[in-house]
């Protein structure tokens, strides 16, 4: 239906009356759209909560393990001949390295080489053994050139790699065991037959050899450069032999690493905290607050990790049972977290493994982060956690709006249809009475003139 406008009324009224009108039967509309965007801001702010409750259950899930609190250094003192890495595993100690051998892996060159690679060979078998096992054979039978010999080596997938180097007159086939160790000898063995290929016919370019230093006056070997088992917890590489040189190793409780895994425990509990206690303001001079202030889930997520985090730990071995014990205090104010780094230092010197047992013990009550990843996973499960309980029922009430909002739209467009109407009714009643009168004062007017 075409829309009905007013350029002005007959009967004098004013032109936008209508408008008005439909305006003030529009103002039930704006209230629930009002309504709605109340609702959705309060969403938007359980959302933001849900999902900072969510990176504080995600960031304490790394620090909830034994192995999160003990982690260990480890520091060699000359690199150039050893490496060295340690686990939480690991014991503190050191320890002296000397002697040291590298394993190396064995290669054999061809002696003499021939002129090109490409030239045909006559024909003959190649025949070889890699660490012991079952010969290998390669049959030649007369046209195929040094190249095809590499490749058919290397399809056989032994362990032994064939190459072609070129000295700068002639080209040589180098053949190298995959691993080190002693054991690991390529043999070219007595069934070759191919002419210029035979044992006799190989250079030893380097020798399959085991590992081997002393450590601590004890002789070590293995098969690589790499040693896990000398030491529990404790992975030494092996770089370049010595030439009597001693390295020194060291392993010791990594204080730092476990101050920055601290430190990522606080400002995760403060980030929620802070937002927590924004929610809980109310001014009461302008009455401005929050949309989550006084929300009764909110007092009670508030309300549980304060008394999580000022409840000491029980049926501990070590020194501490509270984190003020370790210099970490909370904040009358906004609830939020703080360290003293010296006295989390001297906590840690004092008894590094009773620190980190405070974080992740499974005892009669579990360390903090173990709570706390407990306490999260039920308050932002997605099956009966109060937070997603909370979003299914705001959604629900904005669906309920959106219905109602509808009905009132279609009501208004009647009311707004009928209101025109009844106007232009008016409009054109009004306009034929002034035609009639002025028609009726007309004639009259002619009358007396006559």
Same mark, same amino acid.
């Given at each position: 239906?075409?829309?009905?406008?007013?350029?002005?009324?007959?009967?004098?009224?004013?032109?936008?009356?209508?408008?008005?009108?439909?305006?003030?039967?529009?103002?039930?509309?704006?209230?629930?759209?009002?309504?709605?965007?109340?609702?959705?801001?309060?969403?938007?702010?359980?959302?933001?909560?849900?999902?900072?409750?969510?990176?504080?259950?995600?960031?304490?899930?790394?620090?909830?393990?034994?192995?999160?609190?003990?982690?260990?250094?480890?520091?060699?003192?000359?690199?150039?001949?050893?490496?060295?890495?340690?686990?939480?595993?690991?014991?503190?100690?050191?320890?002296?390295?000397?002697?040291?051998?590298?394993?190396?892996?064995?290669?054999?060159?061809?002696?003499?080489?021939?002129?090109?690679?490409?030239?045909?060979?006559?024909?003959?078998?190649?025949?070889?053994?890699?660490?012991?096992?079952?010969?290998?054979?390669?049959?030649?039978?007369?046209?195929?050139?040094?190249?095809?010999?590499?490749?058919?080596?290397?399809?056989?997938?032994?362990?032994?790699?064939?190459?072609?180097?070129?000295?700068?007159?002639?080209?040589?086939?180098?053949?190298?065991?995959?691993?080190?160790?002693?054991?690991?000898?390529?043999?070219?063995?007595?069934?070759?037959?191919?002419?210029?290929?035979?044992?006799?016919?190989?250079?030893?370019?380097?020798?399959?050899?085991?590992?081997?230093?002393?450590?601590?006056?004890? $002789? !070590? =070997? /293995? *098969?690589?450069? &790499?040693? +896990? %088992?000398?030491? #529990?917890?404790?992975?030494?590489?092996?770089?370049?032999?010595?030439?009597?040189?001693?390295?020194?190793?060291?392993?010791?409780?990594?204080?730092?690493?476990?101050?920055?895994?601290?430190?990522?425990?606080?400002?995760?509990?403060?980030?929620?905290?802070?937002?927590?206690?924004?929610?809980?303001?109310?001014?009461?001079?302008?009455?401005?607050?929050?949309?989550?202030?006084?929300?009764?889930?909110?007092?009670?997520?508030?309300?549980?990790?304060?008394?999580?985090?000022?409840? $000491? !730990? =029980? /049926? *501990?071995?070590? &020194?501490? +049972? %509270?984190?003020? #014990?370790?210099?970490?205090?909370?904040?009358?104010?906004?609830?939020?977290?703080?360290?003293?780094?010296?006295?989390?230092?001297?906590?840690?010197?004092?008894?590094?493994?009773?620190?980190?047992?405070?974080?992740?013990?499974?005892?009669?009550?579990?360390?903090?982060?173990?709570?706390?990843?407990?306490?999260?996973?039920?308050?932002?499960?997605?099956?009966?956690?109060?937070?997603?309980?909370?979003?299914?029922?705001?959604?629900?009430?904005?669906?309920?709006?959106?219905?109602?909002?509808?009905?009132?739209?279609?009501?208004?467009?009647? %009311?707004?249809?009928?209101?025109?109407?009844?106007?232009?009714?008016?409009?054109?009643?009004?306009?034929?009475?002034?035609?009639?009168?002025?028609?009726?004062?007309?004639?009259?007017?002619?009358?007396?003139?006559?």
């Amino acid at each position: 239906m075409a829309e009905i406008t007013f350029s002005g009324l007959a009967s004098g009224l004013p032109a936008d009356l209508v408008d008005k009108l439909v305006a003030i039967q529009k103002q039930p509309l704006n209230a629930l759209a009002g309504r709605k965007v109340e609702v959705q801001t309060r969403l938007a702010a359980v959302q933001d909560l849900n999902a900072k409750l969510l990176s504080m259950k995600s960031a304490m899930e790394g620090l909830d393990a034994a192995a999160d609190y003990q982690p260990r250094s480890a520091t060699s003192s000359n690199t150039t001949f050893a490496t060295v890495t340690a686990s939480s595993n690991a014991s503190a100690g050191s320890y002296s390295l000397s002697n040291i051998v590298l394993a190396d892996n064995n290669q054999l060159r061809l002696t003499t080489g021939v002129v090109s690679k490409t030239d045909p060979l006559a024909s003959g078998t190649f025949a070889f053994t890699y660490a012991g096992g079952t010969e290998k054979q390669v049959v030649i039978s007369g046209g195929e050139s040094m190249v095809d010999l590499a490749e058919d080596i290397n399809a056989l997938g032994t362990g032994v790699a064939a190459t072609i180097i070129n000295d700068g007159s002639r080209d040589h086939l180098v053949l190298t065991g995959a691993d080190t160790g002693a054991a690991k000898t390529i043999a070219v063995t007595v069934n070759t037959t191919l002419t210029g290929f035979e044992s006799a016919d190989f250079t030893t370019v380097s020798t399959a050899a085991n590992a081997s230093f002393t450590l601590d006056g004890m $002789p !070590v =070997s /293995g *098969l690589s450069n &790499t040693f +896990t %088992t000398a030491i #529990e917890g404790v992975t030494i590489n092996l770089v370049k032999a010595t030439a009597g040189e001693t390295v020194a190793l060291s392993v010791q409780a990594d204080t730092s690493a476990v101050k920055t895994k601290i430190k990522s425990f606080v400002d995760a509990y403060n980030t929620v905290a802070s937002l927590l206690h924004a929610h809980s303001q109310y001014d009461k001079d302008t009455g401005r607050h929050t949309v989550l202030f006084a929300d009764s889930a909110v007092r009670g997520i508030e309300s549980q990790m304060r008394r999580i985090i000022t409840t $000491p !730990v =029980s /049926g *501990l071995t070590g &020194t501490y +049972t %509270t984190l003020a #014990e370790l210099g970490i205090t909370t904040s009358t104010a906004d609830g939020t977290l703080s360290i003293n780094d010296s006295k989390l230092s001297t906590a840690l010197s004092s008894d590094f493994n009773g620190v980190g047992k405070l974080f992740y013990a499974a005892t009669a009550t579990q360390g903090y982060a173990k709570q706390f990843v407990d306490y999260l996973g039920s308050v932002t499960s997605t099956a009966d956690g109060v937070m997603n309980g909370k979003e299914v029922s705001i959604n629900k009430r904005i669906d309920a709006l959106d219905r109602q909002i509808e009905r009132t739209q279609q009501r208004l467009s009647i %009311t707004e249809a009928r209101i025109r109407a009844q106007y232009a009714s008016l409009e054109t009643l009004i306009s034929n009475m002034n035609s009639s009168t002025s028609g009726a004062l007309q004639s009259l007017q002619n009358l007396v003139n006559a």
